[in-house]
């Protein structure tokens, strides 16, 4: 009984303190479209402020998280794990050319350089260290900050889309169908207006029906026990569907 009160105040705290965030959407929407339109590339990090502006939203998408039982040590542990991989991603260059292995080499082997694997072995992201986590346990919070940004990597590999613009914009519509990050709607909206090669409202609907459709394991499954798994064979097992 207590379990279920502790869990309930937590909710109740994360949409009160949330809601609170929703001022970025009225007062810092100008700047950031400015700064963010005037950069050719999807992946420019202002984009990034906006993230939480729907976060009161985002409640429902950890209820989804807890319904679940996706736990704060599962995440942060495979959070771990898949960072511990990238690493030493080299050993996965020997394996079978359409193993999720080789495919995670591939994709992470270029970037690695750029990643600060260092804080990872230590526990802690760029943006909020162990200690931190240590005080503020919640799903919401390790889910967002630390596991999504690798979680949306690894889907880049699993869906086979790019990472130039019309990549990104349509994997984080897909994303949108598996796991809903409402903040993510701006840089999508504000991307299919930009780039007009993008078939922005039709491609995107597309692409969140298809997320929907993938399997909700995406968000349970521990990625490096797949390393030796053929690609097409888990791109079937998670009912991954593409435009």
């Given at each position: 009984m207590i379990s279920i009160f502790?869990?309930?105040?937590?909710?109740?705290?994360?949409?009160?303190s949330s809601t609170v965030r929703i001022y970025r959407l009225i007062f810092l929407f100008p700047v950031y479209s400015c700064l963010w339109l005037r950069n050719t590339k999807f992946n420019s990090n202002y984009w990034g402020m906006y993230r939480?502006?729907?976060?009161?939203?985002?409640?429902?998408?950890?209820?989804?998280?807890?319904?679940?039982?996706?736990?704060?040590?599962?995440?942060?542990s495979r959070w771990r794990r898949l960072y511990k991989a990238i690493k030493y991603c080299e050993k996965y260059a020997n394996y079978s050319k359409n193993t999720f292995g080789y495919k995670f080499y591939e994709y992470f082997s270029p970037m690695k350089g750029n990643i600060?694997?260092?804080?990872?072995?230590?526990?802690?992201s760029f943006f909020i260290p162990?200690?931190?986590?240590?005080?503020?346990?919640?799903?919401?919070?390790v889910f967002?900050?630390?596991?999504?940004?690798?979680?949306h990597d690894i889907l880049h590999i699993l869906t086979g889309y790019d990472t130039d613009v019309d990549g990104e914009l349509n994997i984080f519509a897909w994303q949108q169908g598996v796991s809903w990050v409402p903040g993510d709607i701006i840089p999508l909206v504000a991307g299919s207006i930009?780039?007009?090669?993008?078939?922005?409202?039709?491609?995107?609907?597309?692409?969140?029906?298809?997320?929907?459709?993938?399997?909700?394991?995406?968000?349970?499954?521990?990625?490096?026990?797949?390393?030796?798994?053929?690609?097409?064979?888990l791109r079937k097992r998670f009912n991954i569907q593409t435009l």
């Open positions: 502790q869990n309930l105040f937590k909710y109740i705290d994360l949409f009160v939480n502006s729907f976060a009161p939203l985002d409640f429902f998408n950890m209820l989804k998280l807890y319904k679940l039982k996706v736990n704060d040590r599962d995440l942060y600060d694997l260092l804080n990872a072995e230590k526990g802690q162990h200690y931190y986590l240590k005080e503020n346990q919640s799903t919401w919070k967002h900050i630390y596991y999504q940004p690798l979680l930009h780039f007009k090669k993008y078939q922005s409202l039709k491609d995107m609907f597309k692409n969140y029906r298809m997320g929907k459709k993938a399997s909700e394991e995406l968000l349970t499954v521990d990625f490096t026990e797949l390393f030796e798994e053929d690609i097409d064979v």
